[in-house]
T-cell receptor, first 111, second 113 residues
Framework: SQQGEEDPQALSIQEGENATMNCSYK?????LQWYRQNSGRGLVHLIL?????REKHSGRLRVTLDTSKKSSSLLITASRAADTASYFC???????????FGQGTRLTINP | DADVTQTPRNRITKTGKRIMLECSQT?????MYWYRQDPGLGLRLIYY???????NKGEISDGYSVSRQAQAKFSLSLESAIPNQTALYFC????????????FGPGTRLTVT
């Protein structure tokens, strides 16, 4: 069963706009991670946020985590065509010692 | 050179055939994973290994087996391939720090006819 559910499933915006993707999960976690996948390629780790953190930044990425609501969001600011990809959240549930991936959000940046 | 490599990159095989997918890593990580990806279903864990002697089933292990030949090598076998095993297969590694940040190979696209 999938731990994470991502919303929206697909998102299309204009270059320069901000993109926001959301992830909800079901159980308590150690951390939550976001990955990017370019079409048909391996996933690439973007950012990790621990369960005791509320917000984290990395370049144009901003991740928030609300453990009371069991949800996270990924914001990509000033989007570029190269940001076109699928984005996955992955949770590290307490005691599981393995990641559980969501179904992903497919992001398209239009020039 | 890539840190995590997978062979073959593409494979077409027939129903009932045995096939092995191989994964090698140069990251020195203890932990290795096999996932399959189907459209709209994200990644699902098939098997994972914390070291050469520690292999665990994931959520969809039926029809698959694995072998951890060395710290750097982790192979996935389909003993008798069936069409619904057509998918994109990924190998990944992580260190033992507990963060579980994973490094993925480029994937193997498998088609079973």
């Amino acid at each position: 069963s999938q731990q994470g559910e991502e919303d929206p499933q697909a998102l299309s915006i204009q270059e320069g706009e901000n993109a926001t993707m959301n992830c909800s999960y079901k159980t308590s976690i150690n951390n939550l991670q976001w990955y990017r996948q370019n079409s048909g390629r391996g996933l690439v780790h973007l950012i990790l946020i621990r369960s005791n953190e509320r917000e984290k930044h990395s370049g144009r990425l901003r991740v928030t985590l609300d453990t009371s609501k069991k949800s996270s969001s990924l914001l990509i600011t000033a989007s570029r065509a190269a940001d076109t990809a699928s984005y996955f959240c992955a949770t590290d549930p307490l005691g599981a010692q393995k990641l559980v991936f969501g179904q992903g959000t497919r992001l398209t940046i239009n020039p | 050179d890539a840190d995590v490599t997978q062979t073959p990159r593409n494979r077409i095989t027939k129903t009932g055939k045995r096939i092995m997918l191989e994964c090698s890593q140069t990251k020195g990580h203890d932990r290795m994973y096999w996932y399959r990806q189907d459209p709209g279903l994200g990644l699902r864990l098939i098997y994972y290994s914390f070291d050469v002697k520690d292999i665990n089933k994931g959520e969809i292990s039926d029809g698959y087996s694995v072998s951890r030949q060395a710290q750097a090598k982790f192979s996935l076998s389909l003993e008798s391939a069936i069409p619904n095993q057509t998918a994109l297969y990924f190998c990944a590694t992580s260190d033992s720090s507990g963060r579980l940040e994973q490094y993925f190979g480029p994937g193997t696209r498998l088609t079973v006819t």
